[in-house]
C-alpha cells in the first residue's frame, strides 16, 4: 500500500475515533447527583420492600400505594422464614428478624431523604453481604447490583439532592 494510500484510510479512521471519543466526553458530563438520587432510591425500595414483609400493621408500599398505619408488629411467618429458609448462623431467629425488619426500614428511609447515607448505605452493603452468603448465594447477579449502588453512594456520597448536601452547605463543608 502506498503512502497516498494509506493516509486517505488514516483520516477517516482519525475522524471517526474523534467522533467516538466526543460522544464518549458526553457521559463524563452526566452529574453525579442524577447518578446518586436513583442509585440510593432504588437500593431503599428494594430493602424497604423486603422489610414490608417482616412486619404486619404498618404497610407503605410506595409502588403498590398501599397504606395501613397500625403499630407494627413482626410476623409470625417472618420469624419462621429465619428459623427454616434464612437460618443465619449466631442468631436466634426472633433476634435476627427483628433486626432484619429494623435496618430494612430505618437505613432506606435515611437513604431516600439523604441523611447518614455513606453509613447507610454500609449498613445495607453488610446486610447484602450477609444475604449473599448466607441466605442467597446463587443471587449474586441482583446482589451485585445492589452493592454496585451502594458502593457508589459510599464512594461519591448522595448529591446535592440530600439532607447529608444541605446540611454540609450549612456548615461550609464540601459533602462531594
Known sequence: MSTLDTSMTARPQRAAARRIAGTLAHFARVP???????????????????????IE????????????LEWPRISENAIELFRSEYALP??????????????EHVFPLL?????????SALA???MTLVIQVFVYPAAFATHGLWAVSLLYVMARGPGV???????????????R
Not at 400493621?57 to 395501613?68: R, S
Not at 439532592?161 to 459533602?175: E, H, K, N, P, Y
Open 32 to 54: 453525579h447527583s442524577l447518578i446518586a438520587l436513583p442509585a440510593r432510591v432504588s437500593v431503599a425500595v428494594t430493602f424497604w420492600l423486603s422489610g414490608q414483609t417482616k
Open 57 to 68: 400493621g404498618l404497610v407503605l408500599d410506595p409502588l403498590g400505594g398501599t397504606v395501613q
Open 90 to 103: 449466631l442468631l436466634p431467629p426472633e433476634l435476627a428478624t427483628y433486626l432484619a425488619a429494623v435496618a
Open 111 to 119: 437513604l431516600v431523604i439523604g441523611l447518614a447515607s455513606r453509613l
Open 124 to 126: 445495607l452493603l453488610a
Open 161 to 175: 439532592l440530600s439532607l447529608d448536601a444541605l446540611i454540609a452547605r450549612r456548615c461550609g463543608v464540601s459533602a
